[in-house]
């Protein structure tokens, strides 16, 4: 079955310190992949997408590129901010089953 | 325009009772889904609905369990005689279609507790 795995958390960072946070699955065929984004008392949010091999979705400074040779999508952003503070869930749709796969979610904390 | 809303956003009730949840898709979105949130399980997808087509109910956990979407437009979730396993945050997301590539937009998700 499709399963998406993703680094334990919390990871904590200072500000305008370099994020990666990464992400593995295991899906038959090819899966479109999604970042969502949790901030504290609110509901999922869509971060970014890609939906085939060596796309890159990026947004609000975050990217991630579909690397279909290592089955990885690891989040990436050059320079956080304290407001970036949420956890984040990699997630993956395969071709057949309308449904998200999640992963486990990891928590990011920035300190000023 | 308004987003996916979900009610209640709290319930607590004792084993053994039922439940209903419910969910108000964006306006002209085919698809729904219902997924739980929990300590333990993490995300978990629940149903999935398109349009008139029979539901997808590959991820309900027993059945106690069932989903229903009237007018294919509102769902209720029904838990019936609860256990404290089912206590969760369960999240209604609804999309402008089935397609992968489309967007799933999340509602605030209903926490219920078991007491």
């Known amino acids: 079955g499709n399963s998406v795995t993703q680094m334990e958390g919390p990871v904590t960072l200072s500000e305008e310190a370099f994020l990666t946070i990464n992400c593995t699955y295991t899906?038959?065929?090819?899966?479109?992949l999604f970042w969502y984004v949790q901030y504290p008392g609110e509901g999922l949010q869509l971060l970014l997408k890609?939906?085939?091999?060596?796309d890159k979705g990026s947004n609000k400074g975050f990217e991630a590129t579909y690397r279909k040779e290592t089955t990885s999508f690891h989040l990436e952003k050059g320079s956080v901010q304290v407001s970036d503070s949420a956890v984040y869930f990699c997630?993956?749709?395969?071709?057949?089953?309308?449904?998200?796969?999640f992963g486990s979610g990891t928590r990011l904390q920035v300190q000023p | 325009g308004a987003g996916v809303s979900q009610s209640p956003s709290n319930k607590v009730t004792e084993k053994g009772k039922d439940v209903e949840l419910r969910c108000d898709p964006i306006?002209?979105?085919?698809?729904l889904y219902w997924y739980r949130q929990s300590l333990g399980q993490g995300l978990e997808f629940l149903i999935y609905?398109?349009?008139?087509?029979?539901?997808?109910k590959s991820g309900l956990p027993s059945d106690r369990f069932s989903a229903e979407r009237t007018g294919g437009s509102v769902s209720t979730l029904t838990i019936q005689r609860t256990q404290q396993e089912d206590s969760a945050v369960y999240l209604c997301?609804?999309?402008?279609?089935?397609?992968?590539?489309?967007?799933?937009?999340f509602g605030p998700g209903t926490r219920l507790t078991v007491t």
């Open positions: 997301a609804s999309s402008p279609t089935g397609g992968e590539s489309y967007e799933q937009y």
């Open positions: 899906a038959t065929g090819y899966p479109s």
């Open positions: 890609a939906t085939k091999a060596d």
């Open positions: 997630a993956l749709m395969d071709t057949g089953r309308r449904a998200l796969t």
């Open positions: 306006s002209g979105h085919t698809a």
């Open positions: 609905f398109q349009g008139n087509s029979a539901p997808d």
